[in-house]
């Protein structure tokens, strides 16, 4: 490998991989503007969140958008018009603990937080109730 040549790590690997998986299909999602597909920024097709529900980035409504249309493409004809706007709102709500989640800055070398520890129910032994006989006296010659 010459020396020019960044080393990637995995996870960084992952990170670029996934960015280019969701940007691929919004890049050609634009090139049907005129289609059945409906604009992130239309205010009728937003679903209904709470008051004070956080604003999302660009790139998060990006995200919320391919998710709904993933679902969709995936179980589309066995949802309702209701059960679509219950998704949709789902996939809303879902993404802000994801951007809270992707915020945190992990490198390589750290370890997990949580190590498995399998709790292996064992039966417990019962205590024995009976006294202990006393010892013999020891005799003197």
């Known amino acids: 490998m010459s020396t020019d040549q960044k080393q990637h790590s995995r996870r960084e690997f992952a990170r670029r991989a996934a960015l280019l998986s969701v940007a691929a ?5 634009a090139t049907f503007a005129g289609s059945d597909f409906p604009s992130v920024a239309d205010p009728q ?3 209904k ?3 004070n529900f956080p604003k999302l980035s660009d790139q998060s409504l990006a995200e919320v958008e391919e998710r709904y249309q993933t679902i969709l493409k ?9 059960q679509k706007t219950d998704v949709r ?23 997990p937080a949580l190590y498995l520890k399998p709790v292996v129910e064992r ?3 019962p205590v024995s109730q009976t006294p202990k006989a006393p010892a013999p006296a020891a005799k003197k010659p």
């Open 49 to 51: 969140l709470p008051p």
């Open 25 to 29: 299909p919004l890049a050609g999602a």
């Open 45 to 47: 097709e937003l679903p």
């Open 89 to 111: 709102r789902l996939c809303f709500l879902a993404q802000p603990p994801l951007d809270h989640l992707r915020a945190y800055s992990i490198q390589n070398g750290d370890s």
């Open 74 to 82: 995936q179980y589309g004809n066995r949802l309702s018009p209701e």
């Open 123 to 125: 039966e417990k032994k």
